[in-house]
DNA sequence: TTATTATTGTCGCAAAATGCGACAATAATA
DNA sequence: TATTATTGTCGCATTTTGCGACAATAATAA
C-alpha cells in the first residue's frame, strides 16, 4: 500500500446492508487493539474508476460480485480530519517498509450503500481490522469519525428511493415470499404495513414473477414463492 | 493559487439553474482563447468545507448568497482524467511564478447544483475564463470534459426533486404568480401540467402565502401574487 | 354605459389509487 | 372430520388525481 499507488485525499466509505430475523443489519468492522469500529472503505488506485474501487472493495469484504451499488453522499468537513485517529489505527498495526504518511492527511469521503442477500456474505477482516461482522441498525456500536452520520444518511436515501428503484428485492434471496418482502420493507421504512395493501401494489407493478408454493411444514395455507423479473 | 493550498484530486463543478422567458438556463462559461466550454467549477483550500468551497465559488460567479445548493453526485472515472485538455487551459493563461503542474493530475469531482433567481445574477468570469453566460439547457455548447453528462444527472436529480423539497420557488423572485410557477414545474420536467390540478395541488401543500392581486394592464381578470412562506 | 375578450379562481365529477376490514381457501394437526 | 393459522383476494369507503366548465374580473371596444 504505498502513497503513489492511490489517490490522495479520497477516500470512500460503504454502508452494506443485509437483511435476517427480520431485522435490517449493516456490516461493521473492528480496527485492531484500538475499540474503534468503522464502516468498510477504502481508497482509489491512480488508474481505477472510483466505482470499480468500490465494488473492489466490496468483494473483498462480503465475497460478493455484481451486487446493487449506489452513490449517495459525499462527505467533505474540516471536522471530519482527525489525523489522530488514522495514526492510531496505523500504529496499532505498523507494517514497515511503508510510507503511510499520505493516510495521516485530509480526506474526503465518497460515501456508498450497497443491498446484498445476507445468506450469500462471508464477512472477511481485512489487514487492518480483526473483525467484520453484523450489525443491527439500531443497535450499532460507537463509530469512528463521522460514519454514524454517514449511516444516518444511507437510511434516508434508502427510504426516499425504495419504491423508486424497486430496492426491497436485493437483500432477499433469489426466491422468497410476499410476506418476508414486506418485512424487508418495514424494516427499512421503520413501520407496519397493511398485507392487502402490500400485496396489490407489489403485484401492480407488473415486476414479480410467481412460482411454485412453499410448503413449509406448518398447519396453514401454503405462501406462494416469487422472484423478480 | 499554489498548489499547497487546494487539496489535490478533487474538484467541484455546479451546475447553476435559472428561469427566464419560461425557459430553464445553465451559467456556463468559456476559457480564454480556447474555445471550450465548461460548468463553473473550482478546487477545495485545504482548510475549508467541502460545501463551503462551493458556495465560495457560487458568490464569485453569481454575486449571490444564501443560494440553494445540494450535492447530488461525485464523478470518479478515469475517462475524465484528460491532461491535455488542462494544459490547453494553462498555457492559454499563463501567469508566471506559479507552480500550477498539481492541476494536470487526476481530479475527481463532486457536482452540486443550484437554483437562483435569475433577475438577481450577475454573471462573473473568472482570471481563465471571459465569459460567463446562460444558455437553454437544451441548447447548451459543447461541453468539455464529461460536464454534458454531468447536466444530464443534474435535470434528473432536480426532477426528481421537485415535489420532495418544493423546489420551484427558488428559480423564482420573492413573489410570483401561479402561471409563473407552473412554467417553472413544466421547464423542469419538460411537460405541460393542467392548470386546475396544479393550482390545486400548491395551495394544498399549505406553503404558499397569497398576497395582493398583479395588475398587469391586460384586459382580464388579475392574478394573486404569492410567496413561500 | 354596455358588450366583448382573455385570463383567473374554483368547482364538479369521473377515474384512479389507497386504507382497512372480511371472507373463503388451504395445509397441517387434533 | 373439526380446528387453527395463514394466505390470496375482494369489497367498500376514503383520498388523490385528471379534466373540463363556470362565474368573476380587468381592461378594451362599441
Redesign the interface.
Known sequence: MQGDDY????AYDSVIFGFSGEKLKILILEYHNTGLFALPGGF?R??????DAVQRGLKERTGLDQIFLE?F???????RYKPEVMKQIIQANKVPDEDLSWLLD?F?S?AYYALINYAEVIPTPDDLSDSCGWYDVDQLPPLMLDHAQIVQKALETLR?NIN?KLVGGNLLPARFTMKELQHVYEAILGEKLHRGTFQRKMLSLGVLQRHEKQYSGAANKAPFLYSFG
Open positions: 489517490l490522495h485525499h479520497i482509489v491512480t488508474n481505477e474508476n472510483l466505482n452513490q453522499y459525499t462527505f467533505g468537513d474540516v471536522a485530509r474526503i465518497v426516499e423508486r
